[in-house]
């Protein structure tokens, strides 16, 4: 039997909250979505994640939060996340960091799937290798799932890409998260993985990647420390559908989803 499962972009600030919880549940109804991740690292006034923006997104009618290198911003989440599996932190951060990376879930049906946050090393934060992080989180998985879905929250497309092919075959996607910016590649590789280097940004379009545009400009031609506003307009949840087989964990189909906050679905 094939499932959907749509993967939410990078969730800036309050707009961003607003659009999931306006239009998320009438998303998974009309397109039969099964299951739903979203990136939530910026969700909380464009940085970090609160405890209560946390609960206002899974009331939404996410099923899981995955998060990326703003993970420790808000330090109110890292004593809640060590009690709720549906928020991780990237599997490849110590393993001595609060909360898990990786998770495996039940649909109604019975279905199990499996999610597993990871974040990139090159332009980013100190982080072990995503690759060999990769392998030992599947050899855990792999005994409850075939149905296996990968944040990738990274800088460089080169190193999503990479990791699109070194688990091809191995997991269901390969989703890439953190830089705001919707990318056209989406494909099934050739062993069956579903892959694109970014699922893009839900959030304030009219933005400089969600901030406003007067604050980055001004930033960038002082070079002066400028708070970065979250920005308010053109508002657009963005993400990518995967269908799949629940029995093989291979993909079938994968699409770019882009909604604006009135559109009709």
């Not at 690759?131 to 075939?146: K, N, Q, V, Y």
């Not at 990274?154 to 999503?160: F, W």
């Not at 979250?230 to 990518?240: F, I, S, Y």
């Amino acid at each position: 039997m094939s499932l959907r499962a749509l993967l939410i972009g990078d969730i800036v600030g309050e707009p961003g909250r607003r659009i999931v919880a306006k239009r998320l549940k009438e998303v998974r109804e009309k397109l039969d979505i099964a299951f739903c991740i979203a990136n939530a690292e910026n969700a909380s006034g464009g940085s970090g994640l609160t405890v209560a923006n946390a609960k206002e997104i899974l009331t939404s009618g996410v099923d899981v939060i995955t998060m990326g290198d703003h993970i420790w911003k808000r330090k109110e989440l890292i004593p809640y996340i060590e009690t709720e599996p549906r928020i991780l932190r990237p599997y490849n951060y110590s393993p001595l960091s609060a909360g898990a990376g990786m998770g495996v879930y039940s649909l109604p049906s019975g279905c199990k799937i499996a999610v597993l946050n990871l974040v990139g090393r090159v332009f980013m934060r100190v982080a072990d290798c995503p690759f060999r992080a990769a392998d030992e989180a599947l050899r855990h998985i792999c005994i409850h799932t075939a149905n296996i879905f990968v944040d990738m929250h990274a800088e460089a497309t080169a190193e999503k890409i990479a990791l699109g092919w070194y688990l091809d075959g191995r997991v269901t996607a390969v989703l890439g998260s953190h830089t705001h910016v919707q990318t056209a590649d989406e494909r099934l590789l050739h062993k069956g993985t579903a892959f694109i280097c970014d699922v893009g940004m839900t959030g304030p379009y009219e933005s400089v990647l969600g901030r406003k545009v007067e604050k980055v400009l001004e930033a960038t031609l002082t070079q002066m420390p400028v708070p970065f506003d979250v920005a308010k307009g053109d508002v657009r949840l963005c993400g990518a559908i995967v269908t799949f087989d629940e029995q093989t964990g291979r993909a079938e189909k994968i699409e770019r989803l882009m909604l604006r906050e009135d559109e009709s679905l």
